[in-house]
């Protein structure tokens, strides 16, 4: 799965005040893992995960694994 940006927003890391770049994310899922290009942070790896992907795909990814 690869989630892209439109805008040209620099988001900072909360913790460590670094740019976040995008980076393969190990994301665990009741039986499945996945791999996942998501923005986080190269110091302490704390992960961003924007609402519109939250609440979009994620909730659709979501939703057909808790189906099967």
Known sequence: MKHETN????WLCDK??????LDKVK???MEG???VDLMKCPTCNQ????E???LGKMK?????????
Not at 7 to 10: A, G, L, V, Y
Not at 47 to 50: C, G, K, S, Y
Not at 60 to 68: P, S, Y
């Open 47 to 50: 992960v961003f995960i924007d």
């Open 16 to 21: 460590c005040q670094r740019e976040l770049e």
């Open 7 to 10: 805008d040209q927003t620099k």
């Open 33 to 35: 893992n996945f791999e």
């Open 52 to 54: 519109m992907l939250a």
């Open 60 to 68: 659709e990814v979501e939703e057909g694994l808790e189906d099967k």
């Open 27 to 29: 994301v665990r899922y």
